[in-house]
């Protein structure tokens, strides 16, 4: 069960009570930290967060943990909403466990995106990121039992670059193109602590490392779109097509037992032609739509598997509706089809329904509920989340959010592996 203990709840208090002193003192200054000409304005960043959680590794022993965090950073602007618009940000997160000090660690983020609007028909995006991270919550999709990791947590950095062009033909027709690689490298492999024996002297799989049963995704992508909206419809009409190439390759193995490598190296590449269709269902606006509906060829083929080849069908559905001014609520179905580093691609049907209030001008609470059922070969997941989220933005410069969440994972071919995570969050943003 998820408990709060009293130390934590006097650090929540503590960011609650400055908050208000802060909120009373409206000392912030209008301008950003450094401002150098007429174009380039650089700020300070900041979060600092609380994380509790009663399943740290995802698995079915639960271990609770509770996190600090403190991420400064860096965000510069260049000629904003000018034709030539840069942004870049720079950001260091500290993690902290309490009574686990050998799960702290530092994650860096790095961005940087040059939007190019001469005002004629053509734009271009130009995006580059970079993001670190320690986890194992993603890892079940994938079709990985996160009792393999072991009492250790995944730490991976992800890449993902991309260049978008869009040319508008006429008021009502555009097409576009976008290219996209990314990839990740997992990062730091330490020894796998088991839960059943801890003592690294006497465990054998205490010889071996998380990342060894892993594999690590390269994904070039490109997506040619064309869009239509007829006159006087609320409604604007798509036609896409993908062309995506998957690159699995074995993760950093190493093992003091000289055990052997088994993981294979994959390759898949996917096809994928859709219609969609996106806008408002009615002239006052209050209710929105954004869907498709498309078909999925994949090929796969590896060094010791012959070819494989599929077709499935893949689907987005969600509706949006505005109650009232402050209330607004949407429902969410979705058939999705992904490589897994199995060489079986993995399909997934989503449901979903979030629902938020603007209770106030300056917060919001939102909640929201989905099911996820995935289908990886002969291994069927199904996965329940809920959420609720409080957010109160204090001025410009700071605001605060509070976030509860419930993961709920089955396995119904195997019970004895399904877990279940509770989370909660208070996090405090600032930006100057």
Excluded: W
Aim: with cysteine.
């Amino acid at each position: 069960m998820l408990t709060l203990r009293p130390k934590f709840l006097l650090a929540a208090a503590f960011l609650t009570t400055t908050a208000a002193q802060l909120s009373a003192a409206s000392f912030f200054p209008t301008s950003p930290l450094i401002q150098i000409g007429q174009d380039t304005d650089i700020f300070f960043t900041a979060n600092a967060a609380l994380n509790i959680t009663d399943n740290l590794y995802s698995s079915t022993t639960k271990t609770s943990a509770t996190s600090y965090t403190v991420t400064p950073g860096f965000a510069l602007e260049y000629a904003k909403d000018s034709p030539l618009y840069a942004t870049a940000s720079i950001s260091r997160s500290l993690v902290r466990y309490a009574g686990i000090s050998r799960l702290n660690n530092s994650q860096d983020v790095l961005d940087g995106a040059v939007f190019i609007d001469l005002g004629g028909p053509l734009k271009f995006t130009l995006h580059s990121n970079y993001r670190e991270s320690a986890r194992n919550d993603n890892l079940t999709s994938l079709g990985i039992d996160g009792n393999a990791i072991g009492e250790t947590l995944v730490r991976q950095g992800d890449y993902q670059h991309s260049l978008k062009l869009d040319y508008r033909l006429t008021e009502k027709i555009s097409i576009g193109a976008t290219f996209t690689n990314s990839y990740n490298r997992y990062l730091n492999p330490v020894t796998i602590v088991d839960p059943a024996d801890k003592n690294p002297i006497f465990a054998d799989r205490n010889r071996i490392y998380n990342t060894n049963s892993l594999n690590e995704l390269n994904t070039k992508n490109i997506v040619l779109t064309a869009t239509y909206n007829p006159p006087g419809d609320l409604i604007t009409y798509g036609l896409n097509y993908s062309h995506a190439l998957n690159d699995f390759s074995p993760a950093p193995y190493l093992s003091t037992n000289n055990d052997p490598h088994t993981q294979d190296i994959y390759k898949s590449t996917q096809d994928n032609l859709s219609f969609t269709a996106s806008g408002s269902l009615t002239r006052s606006g209050k209710l929105g739509l954004s869907g498709s509906l498309g078909a999925v060829s994949s090929t796969t083929f590896s060094r010791v598997a012959a070819e494989s080849k599929s077709t499935d069908l893949s689907y987005s559905l969600s509706l949006k509706h505005q109650l009232t001014e402050s209330l607004n609520h949407s429902i969410d179905f979705g058939r999705y089809v992904s490589p897994t580093p199995s060489g079986i691609n993995s399909k997934t049907t989503t449901y979903g329904y979030s629902i938020s209030c603007a209770a106030a001008e300056k917060a919001t609470f939102s909640f929201n509920v989905s099911r996820a059922d995935t289908t990886v070969g002969e291994t069927k997941i199904v996965s329940l989340n809920y959420g609720a989220m409080a957010t109160y933005q204090m001025n410009q410069h700071l605001n605060f959010t509070a976030n509860l969440s419930l993961a709920d994972t089955k396995f119904p071919a195997n019970s004895a592996t399904n877990f279940q995570a509770k989370g909660f969050i208070l996090s405090a943003d600032f930006r100057y």
